[in-house]
């Protein structure tokens, strides 16, 4: 199975009855052209799993979502303060792409909580430490965990 063909399975089986076509597109384009986000993930099925675990729980996987009062933008919910813009709301590889640099930060800046920064943003010792971001990863994680875990 290519990585687009279980992007978009996985992306069917959480948000059904939408074409997930162009977010699910850009998703695979990414991950196939950057280094995994994991260890010992060499189909980079877990990083893709990722990234629709957490454009889920932001946006439902809606690109055109936007979120706290009209300062988050697209599937992935970058707030202004990141770079967050309207611009994302139809360009999915920018999008992803900002999204995806956003989440290789907050991986490494908290290795036991990798979403932590990505949830809280700004200070990484803060981020880290904060028990809604330390749940919102948690959360995240093992959503991924079952969505990777899911083989055709």
Not at 58 to 79: K, T
Not at 101 to 112: E, G, H, P, Q, V
Not at 114 to 135: I, V
Request: with cysteine; hydrophobic share 50%; charged share 20%.
């Amino acid at each position: 199975m290519t990585l687009l063909a279980f992007t978009l399975a996985a992306m069917g089986v959480l948000a059904p009855q939408r074409d997930h076509t162009v977010l699910a597109t850009a998703i695979a384009a990414r991950v196939d052209a950057e280094l995994p986000l994991f260890a010992d993930d060499e189909d980079k099925r877990r990083t893709a799993a990722w990234l629709v675990a957490v454009a889920y729980r932001e946006s439902s996987l809606r690109l055109d979502a936007v979120g706290d009062r009209g300062r988050s933008f697209c599937a992935f919910q970058i707030h202004a303060s990141s770079g967050g813009t309207k611009a994302l709301l139809t360009d999915a590889d920018a999008c992803v792409g900002t999204a995806f640099a956003m989440l290789r930060t907050s991986a490494r800046l908290c290795k036991s909580f990798p979403l932590a920064w990505y949830a809280h943003g700004g200070n990484a010792a803060a981020a880290c430490a904060s028990p809604r971001a330390q749940r919102l990863s948690r959360d995240r994680m093992n959503l991924a965990r079952r969505i990777a875990a899911v083989r055709p």
